[in-house]
């Protein structure tokens, strides 16, 4: 029995599989050594002083309820902690004063706690029955490995828990631009990708606006950098707010965004749209600007707008057409520097 028990652990932990996978057949197996009619695994909670039966496998006259919640206090588990007791055959004698037994029909009961790394009270690993049972050398024995198997896997789900997270948080970290909350470059071209394949898959095509903010790098020598990170998350906060949800909307570094959208299609011309897109980007940079104490009405900035076909374009050759168009832009149009307003 016990090269059976031990090949079956062996297996069950060689498999990956979730907590509630492999605690199902540990009580199995716990089932078949100890001989109890319930074997079940309880989660502690020790600030709500409640007791969870999270898992039980039933397979005779005595029925645990899973999902049960009562009082920590009224347990026997908590006596038999407290009390410092792993097995008994007289419940009935040894804990009169435990109404939850009494209503289970509980005769000999056995159990061990479960700690992890950090000293904490996990839970309970138990077996019951109705019937008075005699306690043998295996069944302890069992039930303490099992208990300790539990607690490794517990802990390495927890582990495994932080580090997706961590590695979420990391990968969230490398696609966002620090300063203005909005995808950084790196993002930027993964969306753009993404744009360009839906844009093929509904035969559309794809326009790109390069956005270059005029007179940066006065707004910092005159303000302060104070003043021009709070200018760049300003912009970046009126795109969002403004451009529609499945726009991208994207800084480049330094003083540049970026906005791209699908085209509406043959229903306006190309130029129409381009158009539209500019006009609305413009009016939504220009206006007035808190920067500190400092209120300044910024003319706008320079823009270059792109249509083109995604399935002779990529999204690199598109952003670097859309860049020359934003300098033409620049070069064409009169210099208006940004005002202060006292």
């Known amino acids: 029995m016990s090269d059976i028990i031990l090949a079956r652990v062996s297996e069950t932990l060689a498999t990956e599989q979730s907590l509630e996978s492999l605690v199902r057949q540990l009580l199995e197996m716990l089932e078949i050594v100890t001989d109890m009619e319930s074997t079940y695994l309880t989660k502690v909670d020790i600030n709500a002083r409640l007791q969870h039966i999270l898992y039980a496998r039933n397979s005779k006259q005595m029925q645990i ?44 009961y056995m159990s061990i706690p479960i700690h992890l790394s950090d000293g904490s009270l996990y839970g309970t690993l138990c077996a019951t029955s109705t019937q008075q049972k005699q306690l043998s050398p295996r069944g302890e024995q069992v039930l303490r490995l099992f208990a300790g198997l ?55 095509n794809a326009i790109i606006a390069f956005i270059d903010l005029d007179d940066f790098k006065l707004i910092n020598d005159q303000y302060g950098h104070e003043a021009g990170d709070e200018f760049l998350i300003e912009v970046g906060k009126r795109l969002t707010h403004e451009l529609s949800q499945d726009d991208i ?43 500190g104490n400092v209120r300044i009405f910024y003319p706008g900035a320079s823009l270059g707008v792109v249509e083109v076909d995604p399935t002779t374009t990529d999204a690199d050759s598109a952003l670097r057409a859309a860049d020359v168009a934003m300098y033409q832009d620049k070069k064409g149009k009169s210099k208006t520097r940004f005002l202060t307003i006292d």
């Open 65 to 108: 309820p899973e999902g049960l919640i009562v009082p920590w206090g009224d347990t026997l588990c908590k006596r038999a902690i407290d009390s410092d007791t792993f097995f008994s055959n007289d419940v009935a004698g040894r804990w009169a004063d435990c109404d939850a037994a009494k209503a289970l029909g509980i005769t000999t």
């Open 150 to 204: 539990i607690a490794q896997y517990i802990q390495k789900e927890s582990l495994l828990a932080q580090l997706r997270e961590a590695n979420a948080a990391l990968i969230a970290h490398s696609y966002t631009d620090a300063l203005t909350g909005l995808p950084n470059r790196r993002a930027i071209f993964e969306n753009l990708t993404t744009l360009f394949s839906l844009a093929r898959h509904l035969n559309r």
């Open 249 to 291: 909307i994207g800084r480049l570094g330094g003083d540049e965004f970026l906005v791209a959208c699908l085209s509406k299609g043959e229903d306006e011309s190309e130029n129409a749209q381009i158009n539209l897109l500019k006009t609305r980007i413009g009016a939504i940079i220009a206006g007035e600007y808190w920067l």
